[in-house]
Nanobody
Framework: QVQLVESGGGLVQAGGSLRLSCAAS????????MAWFRQAPGKEREFAAAINRSGIRTVYADPVKGRFTISRDNAKNTVYLQMISLKPEDTAVYYC?????????????????WGQGTQVAVSS
């Protein structure tokens, strides 16, 4: 069982930056691939970024590529999402997810554990 708690969301102006954090419980954090998904109002949840168990490989959705950076600190059981050059279309609830495999990192079905989400709002 893994519990995930996100933090760092908030309201920011377009062009600004935020860093999201996701703290995981348990001793086996390094056994899980980690990802961030997001859900905008009235839309389905979508993939944003993922990182494999060792932290060597990262994957990004096209809309965030070049602006978002996912990283992890296995010693702190934490995954981060650094977001720069934020746009109003980045407004969403951001969810952290953990999964036991490095395969299919962009798929929601690959992740067994989910956090409650943190709200990010970007004003124009």
């Amino acid at each position: 069982q893994v519990q995930l708690v996100e933090s760092g969301g908030g309201l920011v102006q377009a062009g600004g930056s935020l860093r999201l954090s996701c703290a995981a419980s348990g001793r086996t954090f390094s056994s899980y691939a980690m990802a961030w998904f997001r859900q905008a109002p009235g839309k389905e949840r979508e993939f944003a970024a993922a990182i494999n168990r060792s932290g060597i490989r990262t994957v990004y959705a096209d809309p965030v590529k070049g602006r978002f950076t996912i990283s992890r600190d296995n010693a702190k059981n934490t995954v981060y999402l650094q977001m720069i050059s934020l746009k109003p279309e980045d407004t969403a609830v951001y969810y952290c997810a953990a999964g036991p495999t490095d395969l299919a990192l962009t798929r929601q079905g690959s992740y067994a554990y989910w956090g409650q989400g943190t709200q990010v709002a970007v004003s124009s």
